[in-house]
């Protein structure tokens, strides 16, 4: 009996589109080449450049806090933000993105605080100039780790010069405005209850 079967090559049999790209994506050795390539040539400046005088489209984005590294959260709120702000910029907007951060308030105050007591120190004891002077430089290490990450997701903004509750013209205004509501009798001291655990758990469950 003579063998007669015949090997086909059926890649052969498909119409199929050339293409240069790979097979792969690999995007986790992609994606740092990209986001480099992209502050190389400083992205975001050539948009500003090429949308001068469109129609703004602007995004009033809610800062996170500056005390720690991103978590999925943040990866989701800000990829999300940032696909809206690319299609509008697409759509022939100008989308101009500028990323911020809150630098007050306890989150921050408390990280400090545990710091304060691994060393064995007494909050009350340091001077308060001093307390403050340590939150702010927290905050601004940590908006510069966050910046960073932001930036490996991605996400294209003026992160040269974002906006922080913290930088001084911006702590005068909001004392200017808050002035406003005291002026106009609007401004009162009341009570109410916060359901929050200052450890960052849940409040205890009643007895």
């Known amino acids: 009996m003579t063998d007669t079967a015949e090997t086909i090559d059926y890649s052969k049999t498909l119409y199929l589109p050339q293409t240069d790209f790979p097979?792969?994506?690999?995007?986790?050795e992609k994606e740092p080449v990209l986001v480099q390539r992209w502050q190389e040539m400083d992205l975001y400046r050539k948009l500003r450049e090429a949308s001068a005088g469109r129609p703004k489209y602007v995004l009033h984005d809610g800062p996170p806090y500056a005390n720690g590294n991103i978590h999925i959260g943040h990866a989701l709120n800000k990829i999300l933000k940032d696909v809206i702000n690319?299609?509008?910029?697409?759509?022939?907007?100008?989308?101009?993105?500028?990323?911020?951060?809150?630098?007050?308030?306890?989150p921050i105050e408390w990280k400090i605080?545990?710091?304060?007591?691994?060393?064995g120190k007494n909050k009350d004891e340091v001077p308060v100039n001093e307390f403050r002077k340590e939150?702010?430089?927290?905050?601004?290490?940590?908006?510069?780790?966050?910046?960073?990450?932001?930036q490996r997701l991605g996400v294209i903004g003026d992160f040269k010069n974002p906006y922080t509750t913290m930088a001084f013209?911006?702590?005068?205004?909001?004392?200017?405005?808050?002035?406003?509501?005291?002026?106009?009798?609007?401004?009162?001291?009341?009570?109410?209850?916060?359901?929050?655990?200052?450890?960052?758990?849940?409040?205890?469950?009643?007895?």
């Open 86 to 106: 690319r299609s509008f910029q697409m759509r022939g907007r100008d989308a101009n993105y500028v990323p911020g951060w809150d630098c007050h308030g306890l």
């Open 135 to 150: 939150c702010r430089d927290f905050a601004a290490h940590w908006i510069g780790v966050q910046g960073a990450e932001f």
């Open 169 to 207: 013209h911006a702590e005068a205004r909001i004392a200017g405005e808050l002035l406003k509501f005291a002026m106009s009798g609007q401004l009162y001291r009341g009570s109410k209850p916060v359901m929050w655990s200052v450890g960052g758990g849940a409040p205890p469950a009643a007895p």
């Open 23 to 28: 097979m792969r994506a690999g995007l986790p």
């Open 113 to 119: 605080e545990e710091q304060y007591r691994a060393k």
